[in-house]
T-cell receptor
Framework: AQRVTQPEKLLSVFKGAPVELKCNYS??????LFWYVQYSRQRLQLLLR??SRESIKGFTADLNKGETSFHLKKPFAQEEDSAMYYC???????????FGKGTLLTVNP | ETGVTQSPTHLIKTRGQQVTLRCSSQ?????VSWYQQALGQGPQFIFQ???????GRGNFPPRFSGLQFPNYSSELNVNALELDDSALYLC????????????FGQGTRLTVV
């Protein structure tokens, strides 16, 4: 069975500071990893996925298979980054997304 | 292009009742997944429908059932409601199975009293 752990329920940083949201997973195979974001009063939306290797809104995430981690990073946080962030795993091309419990990021001015 | 829409937005039901939640998938999408999100938790997979057939199911009892229609819209039915069924129910649609992005609706907030 797969599991996604986001150890921080809340994370608060100041504008311009670096931010790292942690995500660890357990799965015996080669999963797909995702970060979803939910801004206030908006629906859940995909932020980035590891296979794309893109930088979206300044965020990057690298899949570390040795440490089974997929941490989300941004060098300089902005106030508009304040949101709920969910890490999710999908076993290969299987249908099911397994989500972590989420981290609420607050970027203070 | 229209996004995923869910109805109703909010709903209050009494324990033991039955409820039907509805989801219209994004234009061109033939795959719909349903998730339950309890307060303070991440979304939890209920089941998925692909071209009107159930394609997989999470760890939910049989009183959670679903349907997908020829236009790929979907329903989630829950019988014999329990207090613990109170949650946000999310629908997500995607284009085909496999390595495609899931687009989420705004959710239906169900409260069981």
């Amino acid at each position: 069975a797969q599991r996604v752990t986001q150890p921080e329920k809340l994370l608060s940083v100041f504008k311009g500071a670096p931010v790292e949201l942690k995500c660890n997973y357990s799965y015996s195979g080669s999963p797909e990893l995702f970060w979803y974001v939910q801004y206030s009063r908006q629906r859940l939306q995909l932020l980035l996925r590891h296979i794309s290797r893109e930088s979206i809104k300044g965020f990057t995430a690298d899949l570390n298979k040795g440490e089974t981690s997929f941490h989300l990073k941004k060098p300089f946080a902005q106030e508009e980054d304040s949101a709920m962030y969910y890490c999710a795993l999908r076993p290969g091309s299987n249908y099911k997304l397994t989500f972590g419990k989420g981290t609420l990021l607050t970027v203070n001015p | 292009e229209t996004g995923v829409t869910q109805s109703p937005t909010h709903l209050i039901k009494t324990r033991g009742q039955q409820v039907t939640l509805r989801c219209s998938s994004q234009s061109g999408h033939n795959t719909v997944s349903w998730y339950q999100q309890a307060l303070g938790q991440g979304p939890q997979f209920i089941f998925q429908y692909y071209r009107e057939e159930e394609n997989g199911r999470g760890n939910f009892p049989p009183r959670f059932s679903g349907l997908q229609f020829p236009n790929y819209s979907s329903e989630l039915n829950v019988n014999a409601l329990e207090l613990d069924d109170s949650a946000l129910y999310l629908c997500a649609s995607s284009f085909e199975l496999g390595n495609t992005e899931a687009f989420f609706g705004q959710g239906t907030r169900l409260t069981v009293v």
